[in-house]
């Protein structure tokens, strides 16, 4: 249904009705005799009024047959997946899209090559960027926290040279804290501890 269509019918309808009736017209006054009785004139009149009258009329009932016709198509046509109710246009990306990006792993914690020796107690751990780092309380309340890292020991500048056993470690001593840090395997342990790098070179011993 076109409410465009109905309207052109209607003014052609119109236009040509009243060019028959000015034709007609015109034929009554070259023949005065043949003249229509006057009820069939206005008879013709009123029906002219009325046709423009229901123009407007005409307009609702398109509009609304229009409207019908919607709410009637619309529930199939989401059922068919002809129409998708998303007004947004923020349609979820597809399943092969979302599939496309692997989800990241989490990063394994670094376990102590050794068990801690007497005194020492491990009490926490957390992974800190890809570092494992535990938490070690001390009998003697040096508590200790080391950090277990996937690295190369390169850097040693400001370090101490230390021998421990057969191997050499590296660490420095201040007023506020000491440090102690070597290499095993493919592991760089670094140890920290607030009063006595003894604490650390026992605790470090047990992991070389």
């Not at 394994?108 to 009490?123: D, M, V």
């Amino acid at each position: 249904m076109n409410d465009k269509l109905f309207r052109e019918i209607a003014e052609k309808y119109t236009e040509q009705y009243g060019q028959a009736l000015r034709d007609e017209q015109t034929m009554l006054d070259r023949s005065p005799g043949a003249l229509p009785p006057t009820d069939r004139l206005e008879r013709r009149v009123r029906q002219q009024i009325a046709a423009e009258k229901r123009r407007p009329y005409l307009r609702i009932i398109t509009a609304l047959a229009a409207c019908l016709a919607i709410a009637l198509f619309l529930p199939f046509a989401i059922r068919s997946g002809l129409f998708s109710p998303d007004v947004a246009g923020n349609s979820p990306p597809a399943q092969s899209d979302m599939s496309d990006s692997p989800a990241p792993t989490p990063a394994a914690a670094i376990p102590l090559s050794a068990t801690l020796p007497a005194g020492f107690t491990e009490s926490g751990f957390e992974l800190d960027n890809g570092k494992s780092v535990y938490y070690i309380e001390h009998a003697y309340m040096d508590d200790v926290v080391i950090t277990l890292e996937n690295a190369t020991l390169s850097d040693t500048s400001g370090l101490t040279a230390i021998t421990l056993g057969d191997k050499v470690v590296y660490g420095t001593q201040t007023d506020s804290y000491n440090l102690l840090t070597f290499q095993r395997d493919e592991v760089v342990y670094e140890l920290t501890c607030r009063y006595d790098i003894n604490t650390l070179l026992e605790l470090g011993e047990v992991f070389l």
